[in-house]
């Protein structure tokens, strides 16, 4: 072959390659969705974590078990401003299927004695949440006309009756508000007839050596009124069952830490025939109402990590952003929704339908 025709080809397969890289490189500048290996690392929001972005490795839009931690923690997440709640959820046919059909209750055991079962069944209930949405409102003598009143964790009654009512007939607690108050405080000891519902994780549930446990059974015992309870094992496992079940996510696959608010609306399910749901607001609200200052709670915590002024939108969207251990109250309340029709539950103060 003439020098002259071999220069020629060399020349034409340099060009050639050199296209075929700067069109290469343009695609990979291009795109949102680098590659790593055989698999492609999404930065959108995947089911089971909203919109927040958390990174997940799918192929064919299935999740790849046996990924490193490094993998994911080197990943660019950009978090969004209005993150949504899990999405996927099944279709809303039914409520959840009762932990046990014949005994409903059944997992909800006293302290001390823990052969001692709650037994509260009533008509209609009053589901008092603790939103600042509450101080909008003087629904105090409607939710008061309630059979029982079901409160959350250390939302005070003295002060905001015009705004929350004045009876109690069930507090859920979680671990967390067993510690904050007193043994012998007002909470407890001011409420009259009542029953308290503890629940936490198994190290401080233990009936030996957990503290919240330690710390239920000397509430109970300085107080003679209070009926004292708290979640078995089983019943907290079922729990987290209804959450995976709804959103095709376990808690640890999603880092979902349940809320009081979740376990409220369970045992509310169990021993009330209609659930009137007080200071909750919708799943899409704080979207709608960008500029909202409610206060997450219509009172003053004394948990640490809530300030005075911790604003109810703000504290839900950085849970959504969060990964792992946080509550992910949009989801919650998408659930709750679906759940409404079929189990006579409303939405009052603010009012809003499903």
Not at 122 to 134: E, I, N, R
């Amino acid at each position: 072959m003439p020098p002259k025709t071999k220069m020629t080809l060399r020349r034409l397969a340099w060009l050639m390659t050199s296209l075929f890289l700067v069109g290469f490189t343009y695609v990979m500048l291009r795109t949102d969705r680098p590659f790593i290996g055989q698999h492609q690392l999404s930065l959108a929001g995947g089911p089971g974590w909203g919109s927040e972005g958390h990174a997940f490795l799918q192929l064919n839009s299935t999740e790849r078990p046996g990924i490193t931690t490094d993998l994911l923690q080197n990943a660019t997440v950009k978090a969004t401003d209005e993150p949504e709640p899990i999405k996927n959820l099944r279709p809303p046919v039914e409520p959840p299927v009762p932990f046990d059909r014949v005994n409903r209750l059944r997992g909800y055991v006293g302290v001390p004695n823990a052969t001692k079962q709650l037994s509260l069944r009533c008509g209609v209930c009053a589901l008092v949440s603790s939103s600042g949405q509450l101080l909008k409102y003087e629904a105090g003598n409607e939710i008061d006309k309630a059979d029982c009143v079901i409160r959350m964790s250390d939302a005070p009654v003295l002060g905001f009756e015009k705004h929350v009512g004045s009876k109690t007939a069930l507090r859920v607690s979680c671990f967390q508000s067993v510690y904050l108050v007193p043994a012998n405080g007002n909470l407890y000891g001011k409420a009259g007839k009542s029953a308290l519902l503890g629940w936490g994780p198994a190290k401080d549930m233990d009936t030996k050596t957990g503290k919240a446990h330690l710390k239920l059974k000397l509430v109970s015992e300085m107080n003679r009124d209070l009926d004292v309870y708290e979640l078995t094992q089983e019943r907290m496992d079922y729990s987290g069952d209804v959450f995976k079940k709804e959103t095709g996510k376990s808690l640890k696959a999603s880092g979902t830490w349940l809320s009081t608010g979740w376990f409220s609306m369970l045992v509310a399910m169990e021993m009330c025939d209609v659930i009137r749901v007080y200071g909750l607001s919708s799943e899409d609200y704080c979207r709608t109402h960008p500029n909202d200052t409610t206060k997450y709670h219509y009172y003053v915590s004394m948990a640490k990590h809530l300030g005075t002024n911790t604003k109810e939108c703000e504290y839900y969207n950085w849970n959504e952003r969060t990964r792992n251990g946080a509550h992910r109250f949009y989801t919650e309340k998408s659930i709750f929704a679906r759940w409404a029709p079929h189990r006579n539950i409303t939405f009052h103060y603010p009012s809003w339908s499903p």
